[in-house]
């Protein structure tokens, strides 16, 4: 049965557990070290982790840190229901809540009763330093947003769960299709999701997951340099999302503006233009090389709209020759059609076509 940690968070551009575990039996074994540079929602991490494999990984993406931190490292069931019910105590006495703007958006999206316990568990929850209230995030983040008219487990008015649609976009949307946002208790759905999920057990390992960008994934794991046996990942694909647009909703619940934004002190175009794309690649493998141990497989899943497979396979081989893995070499590739998924739900469009994916596997031979 599929482990329930795994669904906390739906998340956009993610691959299946039965992708990972697939290259996890074939090329590791049990005690070996796993590595995910761009762990999204972590899915490699928490895998490895159930099938006995250590595992590591970061993201820039404060919310692929949260949802994978809180799968790899879960607090005991006991100690989350213990906090909850603090959460819920405390929620009456609060003080006045800050953090959105009085707008059409946050109005149309919650019942005011609704967003004032979102408001409430937006301020109080440290995510960041204490694993029961990542934990407590990450469930939050995935009922967040939702089709409130399939569901009473989401917090908001209709929306996708896998991404944030934008705000005026939204309201429009509602308006027009006469949508009203439900009066939800925040703390009864999280009560129910997080009873929910522990009826997978947890795994007898934990994992560790940073928030920070694979460039410097050596620096974050300085004790795992040399170990890493087997990397599964999927890094940024070229001109097809960005996730500040896409989770803008969920960035806001974690502390992030209360509006969407494509730019970043830290963005750059990897996503838009080739060159800078297999520039970025490169230096992310450069920070990723000394964790490897010698006789290592680097699994890629890869896509893009405007790249071939023998483009991204010469491009992943050059950019990974070039991080200073001379003696690299392709053994596998398979390729996957994709498809929107719920976004059709929200759009006009009957089929939203992506593209297709490319998996590779390379070995280090020395």
Request: charge should be positive; charged fraction near 25%.
């Amino acid at each position: 049965m599929r482990h329930r940690f795994h669904s906390i968070c739906p998340y956009f551009a993610m691959f299946p557990e039965s992708f990972v575990l697939r290259n996890v039996v074939a090329w590791s074994s049990p005690g070996d070290l796993v590595l995910d540079p761009f762990c999204g929602r972590g899915t490699t991490i928490l895998e490895s982790l159930l099938n006995n494999r250590r595992a590591i990984g970061c993201d820039t993406n404060p919310v692929a840190a949260c949802i994978s931190r809180a799968k790899s490292n879960p607090p005991k069931l006991s100690v989350l229901e213990s906090r909850l019910a603090e959460l819920e105590f405390q929620y009456p006495n609060c003080e006045v809540l800050v953090g959105y703007e009085s707008d059409d958006f946050f109005e149309s999206c919650y019942h005011p009763g609704t967003l004032k316990q979102v408001l409430f568990l937006r301020s109080a929850l440290n995510w960041r330093k204490d694993k029961t209230d990542c934990f407590i995030a990450a469930v939050a983040l995935g009922s967040l947003h939702g089709e409130s008219h399939r569901t009473e487990l989401c917090f908001s008015n209709r929306m996708p769960r896998t991404i944030s649609t934008k705000p005026d976009y939204s309201v429009r949307w509602w308006k027009q299709h006469g949508c009203v946002a439900p009066k939800r208790d925040v703390f009864g759905i999280l009560r129910a999701m997080i009873g929910y999920r522990f009826e997978s057990s947890p795994s007898r390992l934990r994992g560790r997951v940073v928030e920070g960008d694979a460039r410097d994934a050596s620096k974050y794991f300085r004790r795992s340099r040399g170990k890493v046996r087997l990397l599964i990942t999927s890094p940024p694909y070229i001109d097809i999302t960005n996730y500040r647009e896409d989770q803008w909703l969920r960035l806001w619940f974690l502390g992030g503006p209360p509006r969407p934004s494509s730019s970043h002190p830290n963005s750059d175009d990897r996503y838009r233009r080739t060159d800078a794309y297999w520039k970025f690649l490169t230096e992310a493998w450069s920070g990723v090389v000394p964790l490897l141990s010698p006789r290592c497989h680097v699994v890629v899943r890869i896509g893009g709209s405007r790249l071939s497979r023998e483009d991204l396979a010469e491009g992943l081989l050059r950019s990974l020759k070039q991080a200073s893995l001379d003696k690299v070499i392709l053994r596998e590739t398979h390729t996957t059609e994709i498809k929107g998924g719920q976004r059709r739900s929200f759009t006009s469009s009957r089929s939203l076509r992506l593209g297709i994916e490319h998996d590779f596997r390379f070995l280090v031979t020395a």
